[in-house]
């Protein structure tokens, strides 16, 4: 499978979260991203270190300036079922504008090229860590990370990209 790259329509698929009303929703990717500047960005895990206190933390401080930037939607994904990701989620009660979408059997994750095989760590097969700045579907930015690093797909290096 070939990763996806600048200048590539995102494929579609399906994830999951819970919305406001508590209610389990399964939607797919174009349907978020269809029309609007997106950021999609994945991690390897949820509860995990650097994904708990970095990578998503950056992206809840910076969406207003995001936002400001024109980004529609900002959008969380990881190889999870969504009832993690929703008590992922309540950890951040002060997030207004990131959404936590579940890759439950990391399908979306494989169609984007992107798996990471973190088996020797007890997770199995997982989302390297990225960022996609995506405007209707075509991919305009692609910071994807090498293993476990964290340094070209956090918020500021997408600011710096707007």
């Known amino acids: 499978m ?3 790259a600048v200048g590539d329509v995102i494929p579609d698929g399906t994830v999951s ?3 406001e009303q ?3 929703q399964t939607v797919s990717v ?11 960005f994945a991690v390897p895990g949820a509860f995990t270190p650097t994904c708990s206190m970095k990578h998503v933390p950056g992206f809840i401080e910076k969406a207003d300036e995001l936002k400001s930037k024109d980004v529609d939607e900002i959008l969380c994904i990881s190889v999870n079922d969504p009832f ?4 992922w989620a309540k950890t951040y009660p ?8 579940a890759d439950g059997a990391g399908k979306y994750t494989h169609a984007l090229g992107l798996e990471l095989d973190l088996s020797d760590k007890g997770l199995g097969v997982r989302s390297r860590r990225y960022a996609l ?3 209707d579907l075509e991919v305009k930015v692609a910071n994807i990370e090498s293993g476990g690093e964290f340094t070209v797909s956090g918020a500021d290096e997408i600011l710096n990209a707007l």
Do not use: W
Request: hydrophobic share 50%.
């Open 22 to 24: 508590d209610q389990m």
């Open 30 to 40: 174009h349907s978020l991203a269809k029309g609007k500047k997106v950021i999609i």
């Open 94 to 101: 002060e997030n207004k504008h990131v959404k936590f979408l």
């Open 84 to 87: 993690v990701m929703k008590a």
């Open 17 to 19: 979260y819970f919305d």
């Open 2 to 4: 070939a990763r996806i």
């Open 133 to 135: 700045l995506v405007d």
